[in-house]
């Protein structure tokens, strides 16, 4: 119940303790204590009883009225007639506390490896599919055609499955803190400081993953520029260049692989110092249907124009844009910070 304590004093952190709201601080949390214990019978974990809690419950604004405290909480009106002291507006949300937010760092850090490999997997599912079937044609595997097309679909629907339920797994350790997501809070200073401080630890670990990652990305194209030089016109070149294309694949997916751990704190840092109405980084909103949309551009391609042997391509390009605008956002969302 710590989480929804902490949850409490953001919520009651930026009104004067009165005894009214003292009074209603104090019915809230029972509320919200039977809520907790409804949900512990029902079976659920205790991370989930307090994400739905604090989903259900909302901001203090949404449970005034069942409180009976909108008054407390409305800011008086300006006076007309040149009066100084009326009250400020309070923030739209509640800031995130100190505690709150080292907990949402912590959550963040523990899953690092989970979300990393769910976009690995994503990267690499097509690579049985586009490698089986070139190689049952050529007598590397004795493999029928449409055997080795079924394994390899077989293949991409497992590790998108798999990458999917790292990413659940993500969501279910973070959803007491959806507020946060959401940006559904306001900044504060306190917390603005520890959490660019975070970022400041950890920023040589990801500026040095970074490098590392960019530098992949750039030799990446190398296996298909040597196979068009040395193998092109062999009797085996598709083969040599579907092989060249999985290996491209496998590049790209080991910078993102080595990227994505890594920006655990600076992603952190972003997230609390945005506050309401912030901006949100481009490829997190792209991520969500990015390879699913390509999957299905290549099973469209595949399956009605019976391009197995050409539609490959849809996977090189996409893996390799997919890895550009990784970098770019990151590269974007550092300029601004520093600016």
């Known amino acids: 119940m710590n989480a929804v304590t902490s949850y409490l004093d953001t919520m009651f952190g930026a009104y004067p303790q009165t005894p009214r709201l003292l009074e209603a601080r104090a019915e809230l949390q029972g509320m919200m204590e039977d ?14 009883a307090v994400g739905r809690i604090i989903r259900d419950f909302g901001s203090l604004e949404e449970v005034a009225p069942v409180l009976g405290i909108t008054s407390d909480i409305t800011p008086a009106p300006t006076s007309t007639t040149g009066d ?12 995130v506390t100190l505690a709150e937010a080292q907990d949402y760092a912590e959550a963040r850090r523990r899953t690092r490896f989970h979300a990393g490999a769910a976009v690995v997997l994503f990267v690499l599912s097509p690579t049985a599919l586009i490698a089986l079937p070139i190689a049952t044609e050529s007598g590397v595997l004795a493999l029928g055609n449409a ?46 400081r520890w959490a660019e401080a975070l970022a400041g630890r950890n920023n040589h670990e990801r500026a040095r993953a970074m490098r590392v990652a960019i530098g992949l990305w750039i030799l990446a ?34 910078g993102l692989g080595i990227l994505l751990p890594r920006t655990w704190a600076h992603t952190v840092a972003g997230q609390l110092t945005r506050g309401s109405g912030g901006e949100r980084s481009v490829i997190g909103v792209i991520a969500v249907f990015y390879w699913p949309f390509l999957t299905a551009i290549y099973l469209t391609w595949s399956l009605i124009g019976d391009a197995w042997g050409d539609s490959w391509i849809v996977w090189l390009i996409g893996a390799v844009l997919f890895a550009g605008i990784a970098a770019g956002s990151h590269a974007t969302t550092t300029y601004r910070r520093a600016r």
């Open 35 to 48: 809520a907790y214990t409804t949900l512990i019978a029902e079976g659920h974990t205790e991370n989930e």
């Open 84 to 95: 100084i002291g009326t009250a400020p507006t309070p923030p739209r949300h509640p800031p």
């Open 147 to 192: 055997a080795g097309v079924f394994v390899g679909i077989l293949t991409l629907l497992v590790s998108v499955a798999i990458g999917v339920m790292l990413l659940i797994t993500v969501s279910r350790e973070t959803a007491p803190y959806r507020r946060i997501a959401e940006d559904r809070f306001s900044v504060d200073p306190e917390v603005t």
């Open 221 to 254: 194209p190398l296996p298909l520029i040597a196979v068009a030089l040395f193998a092109g016109d062999s009797p085996q070149g598709d083969a040599w260049t579907i092989l060249g294309v999985v290996v491209v694949l496998a590049i790209v997916a080991a």
